[in-house]
Structures are given as structure tokens and as C-alpha cells.
T-cell receptor, first 113, second 113 residues
Framework: EPEVTQTPSHQVTQMGQEVILRCVPI?????FYWYRQILGQKVEFLVS????????KSEIFDDQFSVERPDGSNFTLKIRSTKLEDSAMYFC???????????FGSGTRLTVV | DQQVKQNSPSLSVQEGRISILNCDYT??????FLWYKKYPAEGPTFLIS?????DKNEDGRFTVFLNKSAKHLSLHIVPSQPGDSAVYFC????????????FGQGTRLTINP
């Protein structure tokens, strides 16, 4: 069964450092997303990406965040200057069309110290 | 902003019995509802969905019921199996936009042998 692959599974970084979280969506999917889940809280939408541009973003997704699809397979989330409160599980997801549930990756646990 | 609410943080059910997980929403613009299952250290896994034009959708042991007038949906699992023990998230999506999902807080289901 096709999978969404995320790397690394766990990233520890110092406050103020830049991090890049990587995702390989399912190959024939067209819509790409990042979500995050702070420990003990609900899964929150960050950003959606379609046709090589951001289609929607949440209030969380401020200027510190950016997304890129640098080639035909990878989808990345960059946090420019990490803060302690960015510590969370970050999930990448992709979907083929609007009538299917997304497929989520296993997540990257980001710990900012 | 709690547009999607799962009021029961946990639920314990005997193996073989029916599990009923509930979800309420407030946004009448939601047109599509999904249930996800999540194991620790994994991403959410799509289970079943329902369009707002239907009131029931069934897939094997899983059935989702939608009551639009009450803005309520439920997931029924019958018979419950030990492998169903996980956190279940209800999610909803609006007609417009780029398919952003709004998640509930999740319900931890434990199936007892």
C-alpha cells in the first residue's frame, strides 16, 4: 500500500536554529499538507499546498514557516528560527482528490531545547 | 475555536461488544466528515468518511452515522476487537477552501478482553 514517508522520525534542535522536515507524499497525489500535534492537544492544520503554491494556511503558519516542493517527489516544511513552543509532532499528508481521506505520514517529533 | 468536539476523552469496551464514539460540530459549512485512528508514534490512519448528503456509511465493522440537524456524528465499531484500541479522531472539512481538516480532541478507545 502506498505510504507517505517522513524524515527524520525525531529531530532535536536548539532554540533559534533552522529545521527542515522532509516528506515524500504518495506519487500520484496532488494535494499536500502539514499538520502538527502538540503533546496532549488536538491535531492542528498548518498549511495546504496544491499546484506548486500554498492554497491555505492557518494562523500558526507565520513568517517563520515555509513549505517547498523542490522536485517532483519531496515536500518540505522549514522553520526558520525555532521556538520552544514549536516542539510537537509534525505530520505530512497527501490526497489524490477531495473525496478521499488523506494519507498521513508517521510524523516527525520535533524537540526544541 | 472548538468547531469539532469529542467530549469523551476515553472509552472502555468489552471485546465483542459495540463501541460508539461520538463527535459534535458547530460549523454548518462542514460538508464532509472523517474518522481517523491513531496508534502511538504513528500518523492518523483514515478509517471511514461520510458526506453531508448522507446519514449513514458502512464499511465492514465500521459504520458512521450523521445527524445534520443535531450537528452530531458517531462511529460504531461492531464487534470490537483488541486491535481497535487506539485514539480515534473525528475530523471535518468545509466545501470551500483547500480541504483543510478540523480535528476533534480525540477519544482513547480501550478494548478489554
Amino acid at each position: 500500500e502506498p505510504e507517505v514517508t517522513q524524515t527524520p522520525s525525531h529531530q532535536v534542535t536548539q532554540m533559534g536554529q533552522e529545521v527542515i522536515l522532509r516528506c515524500v507524499p504518495i506519487s500520484n497525489h496532488l494535494y499536500f499538507y502539514w499538520y502538527r500535534q502538540i503533546l496532549g492537544q488536538k491535531v492542528e492544520f498548518l498549511v495546504s499546498f496544491y499546484n506548486n503554491e500554498i492554497s491555505e494556511k492557518s494562523e500558526i503558519f507565520d513568517d517563520q514557516f515555509s513549505v517547498e516542493r523542490p522536485d517532483g517527489s519531496n515536500f518540505t516544511l522549514k522553520i526558520r528560527s525555532t521556538k520552544l513552543e514549536d516542539s510537537a509532532m509534525y505530520f505530512c499528508a497527501s490526497s489524490g482528490d477531495r473525496n478521499y481521506g488523506y494519507t498521513f505520514g508517521s510524523g516527525t517529533r520535533l524537540t526544541v531545547v | 475555536d472548538q468547531q469539532v468536539k469529542q467530549n469523551s476523552p476515553s472509552l472502555s469496551v468489552q471485546e465483542g461488544r459495540i463501541s460508539i464514539l461520538n463527535c459534535d460540530y458547530t460549523n454548518s459549512m462542514f460538508d464532509y466528515f472523517l474518522w481517523y485512528k491513531k496508534y502511538p508514534a504513528e500518523g492518523p490512519t483514515f478509517l471511514i468518511s461520510i458526506s453531508s448528503i448522507k446519514d449513514k456509511n458502512e464499511d465492514g465493522r465500521f459504520t458512521v452515522f450523521l445527524n445534520k440537524s443535531a450537528k452530531h456524528l458517531s462511529l460504531h465499531i461492531v464487534p470490537s476487537q483488541p486491535g481497535d484500541s487506539a485514539v480515534y479522531f473525528c475530523a471535518a472539512r468545509t466545501i470551500q477552501g483547500a480541504q483543510k481538516l478540523v480535528f476533534g480532541q480525540g477519544t482513547r478507545l480501550t478494548i478489554n478482553p
